[in-house]
């Protein structure tokens, strides 16, 4: 079976983990840096997840998960071992047409949680469609030697870049010869050298003198 690979809106949308071990804590996080809203259900919490509900950044039941729990939900997470118990939030997931991964028991799931390597606002998802995580893993690993934090630095001073170009250059065609430039030529290597006056001086020749670092409000660190 193959699956769509598909990038989710999650601000603001009501989720749910059910479980408080650590792999909900990795789930949680992941959706906390989405911008959801997290419910969690389970009887207790290990530390990470207990100062989370602490300091109010998620909602947390603190009893066994109950019908009822993915009501207003979009997604959810299962992250227990009570074969069950997963199976019951699975159903409950279908009935209520919730977005559900059951953690490890693909046969369960509606989504596939892929290996994920974050060059923010650049993102590489990866998956095996289930076949085998520990795979996933390792491209994951060579993906994270490849592309260094300038991926994510170029990604936000193109986009800050854009309004620029489209302002001095009317021909669309133009405009994507430029970005074209600009990808396939030395800004990425001037970014990973983190070389201000070098990447100045390629924006510059792509988008004319006022595009610089420093207009563009980027900092290279």
Do not use: W
Request: charged share 25%; proline share 3%; aromatic share 4%.
């Amino acid at each position: 079976m193959g699956y769509h690979p598909v990038f989710l809106d999650l601000r603001g949308r009501s989720c749910v983990v059910v479980g408080g071990g650590v792999v909900a804590q990795q789930k949680v996080e992941s959706l906390l840096e989405a911008g959801a809203r997290v419910t969690v259900v389970s009887s207790s919490l290990i530390e990470a997840l207990e100062g989370l509900a602490a300091t109010h950044e998620i909602v947390h039941h603190a009893r066994a998960y109950r019908r009822g729990d993915l009501d207003d939900a979009v997604l959810a997470y299962v992250a227990v071992d009570d074969d069950a118990l997963r199976t019951a939030v699975a159903a409950d997931a279908a009935a209520s047409r919730v977005l559900v991964n059951v953690v490890d028991v693909p046969q369960l799931c509606t989504f596939i949680a892929p290996a994920v390597v974050r060059r923010d606002p650049v993102v590489v998802a990866v998956s095996t469609g289930g076949a085998s995580p520990a795979l996933a893993r390792r491209l994951r690993q060579e993906i994270e030697a490849r592309v260094g934090e300038e991926y994510g630095v170029a990604a936000t001073i193109l986009a800050r870049l854009r309004p620029v170009v489209q302002s001095a250059e009317s021909d669309p065609q133009a405009r994507a010869r430029t970005f074209a430039r600009l990808v396939d030529g030395s800004l990425l290597d001037a970014l990973r050298k983190r070389d201000t006056a070098g990447v100045d001086a390629i924006l510059r020749d792509a988008a004319g003198e006022g595009a610089t670092l420093q207009a563009l409000g980027v900092e290279l660190r």
